[in-house]
């Protein structure tokens, strides 16, 4: 092979040529702006009409939007346009009418009366009434329905009585304090009962609920088209409008992988775009060109677990040091680009009975983590990891979901941390199905979960036996004293006892090293310029009730 | 001809069996029991049980796999574990997008793969030839996620071209059908230019230059109609890989499709729709195979005459 001097020059060239090329591509997505607009400002008065393209960051799987049905967040978030509940919970965690005029507590305070509005339909025109009340929590608690949540919101219930048409006691065995906000969220939606019946097991690809929207159209595994219901006439307290809503068509396009949602929402494909990384929230807060929403996640924070059945992590000196090993703040920092911030407690700072107490009580210090296993017998091996009788100072992660939220990128710099002082984190990527097996035998040391939810008994759910997840929590914790705990609060119903409950709660834990809290999470949906009033619900999704298009 | 087809397709029936039952083996083989992963993350007994009743799990193996054969044989796949909806239902809606985009795909490799492979070897060591193998280099090693999204960047967000993402119209095609053929064109190119360069040397092309045939002729009608043998098996084994590459691309492009659904299904475990799956593309696999066999004796005549 042999190529002339003028060859050799025009490959140069031509490489040069490509490689300048693909750099220009690889600016773009960071185009500057100047303002740095992050609210859906005022722009007059609200026109009706058009259609909005939302770039759902996920799949709704396997396109299932039956709301007792699946925990799913993207198909939780979609589903809060089709499914009305019977109250609404306001941002600071009261609750207003919706679906239900009113509702009041039985004297043994066991069971809850709610009077219904009575011009509600179905989008398949049957009526709301009584008996669909009825036959929506008989179907959320019964085990064909395979309810993933919905089960989980009702606890200790019992029944349901039809008092009249438009009346409804719902029974409990004993006092049970999260059941508004349980009843608020869509995991209770009120589904229809004719559709049920008339689609059977295809009822989840076709839903009927009594929202702003109906479903249009499915195409399967990649889009959803949501139309106008133009009977809407009962919008929840706290909304800005009455009657239909603004947009005319709600088209959702299922855009798992980032830079593709964020393409399509760049090139004006879709109008809004959800859960933006962090390296495009920055360009994007900065680009003139689009909304930028942040709201905090109502939820267990994504935090770190130690498995209390395996040794050393029940010991609480060894979890404590690797606590102090962990530097939290600087790794976000790295990590999160300053869009994200330290989280304190296991519940989000904006969470019904968050403490502030908990805030800085403990600290980065690799002395103290390092003084602290030495003490315990743990001595450094050759290869800098520390060593006990044998067995090597190594813990176990394992993961199936990827790097969602960047959370492979935060485990790989508290790796190094701690390797620091001598400890190995070993992270395991498996299929979802295997880690599940592992999980449940408790094959693992640490782990790492999230659970949105709006109400502090999440916590019942997180660290108790008694839990919906029973022993299968994640930290497997199994201790009385904070059993005792969360059960009191469960069904405590006087708020200032309930709140000094979940203060001493969410202190246990952080004292006793159960989990790490890690970060904060907003949630993000940004939209171009002419896209305003989009609002959330608690825990934070997305409604697009007020939402309108400036034409 | 006609036997010899027969004689193949009887020939499939084992591997058809072969893969069913491999596939068997390899999902129950595999950890975790898809009745509790369907119960999420509560896992109360009395649900995992009602969900492994319904689901016939609890049944001895031998029964799920006869059940099994005997079903799949019948054409009936039963219903997806995740959502209960039959899975025929389902392949057949996800189906059409993946064969859009593999055949387009498959198209432009062939087209691409083919000229780019022919001036190459025309212009054998000159500058054309240098830029063709570089760029093929290029799409042979280009990862196929980074491509898309460089894609993208360019004829969507740039220059406003063409769609991102989504299924149905020839648009929405172009970009990821850009993205998957790419390596295809790549191996073919360079497949092409070697093996023209290869019968070029060959005794049969100094004779017909000897008896004054012109360069066009030679090359066109000769040296390419053999040439390009060695290049049929390679679209077959180029056509079936777009399956693989599918996955990345529907994700990318956000498109409906097989590749997508199967991974999402063996990460749920669902255990009918990974098994009508790989059935399909095992059949897909022997009819292509079948059809590039098929294809050799048109182009070849010494292969028509020892299948007759």
């Known amino acids: ?551 | 001809m006609v036997k010899y087809i027969i004689n193949r397709l009887i020939l499939a029936v084992p591997v058809i069996l072969g893969s069913l039952t491999l596939v068997f083996l390899i999902i129950h083989w595999l950890p975790g029991d898809p009745a509790r992963m369907l119960a999420g993350d509560d896992h109360a007994e009395d649900r995992i049980q009602y969900l492994q009743e319904q689901l016939g799990l609890n049944r001895p193996l031998w029964v799920q796999y006869f059940t099994y054969l005997w079903d799949s044989m019948r054409g009936d796949f039963g219903h997806s574990f995740a959502n209960q909806q039959p899975v025929m239902d389902r392949l057949l809606s996800q189906l059409p997008s993946t064969a859009e985009l593999a055949v387009v795909s498959t198209i432009f490799a062939i087209i691409t793969g083919i000229t780019l492979g022919i001036l190459s070897a025309v212009y054998r060591n000159r500058l054309v030839d240098y830029v063709i193998r570089i760029v093929s280099l290029f799409g042979v090693s280009m990862p196929k996620f980074w491509l898309g999204i460089l894609l993208i960047l360019i004829f969507s967000v740039h220059l406003h071209l063409l769609p991102a993402i989504g299924n149905g119209s020839f648009k929405q095609v172009i970009l990821p059908a850009f993205a998957l053929g790419v390596t295809g064109a790549g191996i073919l190119a360079r497949m092409v230019r070697n093996s023209i360069l290869e019968v070029i040397e060959d005794p049969f092309v100094t004779t017909l230059r000897a008896k004054g045939v012109t360069e066009r002729k030679v090359l066109y009608l000769h040296v390419l109609r053999n040439a390009l043998l060695p290049s049929l098996t390679i679209i077959g084994v180029i056509f079936v890989g777009m399956l693989e590459g599918a996955v990345v691309t529907e994700t990318v492009f956000a498109r409906q499709g097989i590749g997508k659904m199967v991974v999402d299904a063996i990460g749920q475990k669902d255990i009918p729709v990974i098994q009508a799956s790989i059935l399909i593309c095992a059949v897909f696999n022997i009819v292509v195979n079948l059809l590039v066999d098929i294809s050799y004796s048109f182009v070849d005549p010494r292969v028509r005459q020892q299948s007759a």
């Not at chain 1, 220009?24 to 609210?39: F, I, L, V, W, Y």
């Not at chain 1, 349901?160 to 438009?166: A, K, L, Q």
């Not at chain 1, 199905?433 to 449940?440: A, I, K, M, N």
């Not at chain 1, 979940?502 to 790490?516: A, D, G, P, R, T």
């Open chain 1, 1 to 551: 092979m042999k190529l002339s001097k003028r060859s050799y020059q025009s490959v140069i060239l031509i490489l040069i040529a490509i490689m300048l090329v693909l750099a220009g591509c690889g600016n773009s997505s960071s185009s500057s702006g100047s303002s740095a607009d992050t609210n859906s400002a005022d722009a007059g008065t609200p026109t009706a009409g058009g259609e909005l393209v939302w770039a759902l960051a996920g799949v709704v799987t396997n396109d299932i939007l039956d709301a007792h049905r699946t925990g799913f967040a993207p198909s939780t978030r979609v589903m809060r346009s089709i499914y009305d509940s019977l109250v609404v919970e306001l941002p600071d965690h009261t609750f207003g009418p919706w679906l239900a005029e009113s509702w009041s507590l039985s004297d043994d305070k066991k069971s809850y009366t709610f009077k219904l509005r009575q011009d509600v339909k179905f989008h398949d025109g049957t009526p709301f009434n009584a008996e669909a009340v009825k036959f929506n929590f008989d179907r959320a608690v019964d085990p064909a329905t395979q309810s993933y949540l919905g089960k989980n919101a009702l606890g200790p219930y019992v029944s349901t009585d039809v008092i009249d048409e438009y009346t409804v006691k719902v029974n409990f065995s004993s006092t049970f304090a999260p059941f508004l906000s349980n009843v608020a969220k869509v995991d209770l939606g009120i589904v229809s009962p004719a559709a049920v019946k008339k689609y059977g097991e295809t009822f989840p690809q076709n839903p009927v609920g009594t929202g702003p929207f109906k479903l249009g159209k499915v195409v399967p595994g990649t889009e959803l088209d949501l139309v106008r219901n133009e009977d809407y006439n009962w919008a929840p307290s706290g909304s800005k409008h009455q009657g239909p809503a603004y947009l005319e068509k709600l088209t959702i396009k299922y855009v798992a992988e980032d830079a593709t949602r964020l393409s399509v929402l760049q090139s004006g494909q879709a109008d809004v775009a959800d859960i933006i990384p962090p390296q495009n929230l920055l360009a994007l807060r900065a680009d003139s060109g689009f909304n930028v929403q942040e709201t905090e996640l109502l939820q267990h924070n994504y935090s770190y677990y130690f498995n209390q059945n395996k040794e050393p992590w029940n010991d609480i000196n060894v979890r404590k040091a690797v606590r102090a090993a962990i530097d939290l703040d600087s790794a976000i920092k790295t990590v999160y680009l300053g869009t994200a911030k330290q989280a304190w407690s296991p519940l989000s700072p904006h969470s019904l009975y968050y403490t502030s107490t908990v805030e800085n009580t403990w600290k980065y210090d690799p002395d103290f983590a390092n003084k602290t296993l030495d003490e315990l017998g743990w001595v450094k091996g050759d290869d800098g990891i520390r060593v006990k009788d044998g067995k090597r100072l190594s813990m176990e992660f394992l993961d199936a979901q990827g790097n969602r939220e960047k959370r492979l990128d935060l485990l790989a710099v508290v790796t190094q941390q701690l390797k620091q002082v001598g400890i190995e984190l070993k992270l395991l990527t498996l299929p979802a199905g295997t880690v599940s097996e592992r999980s449940l035998k408790g094959e693992y040391d640490f782990a790492g979960s999230s659970q949105f939810y709006g109400d502090p008994s999440i916590l019942r759910q997180m660290y108790s036996t008694k839990g919906p997840s029973g022993v299968n929590n994640v930290a497997r914790t199994s201790d009385p004293a904070l059993e005792d705990l969360l059960e009191q609060a469960n069904a405590e119903l006087d708020s200032s006892k309930r709140q000094e409950l979940y203060k001493k709660i969410q202190e246990y834990i952080i004292e006793n090293v159960y989990s790490i809290p890690t970060y904060v999470l907003d949630y993000t949906v940004a939209s171009s310029k002419k896209v305003h009033d989009i609002t959330f619900d608690s825990p934070a999704w997305p409604v697009f009730y007020d939402a309108w298009i400036k034409q």
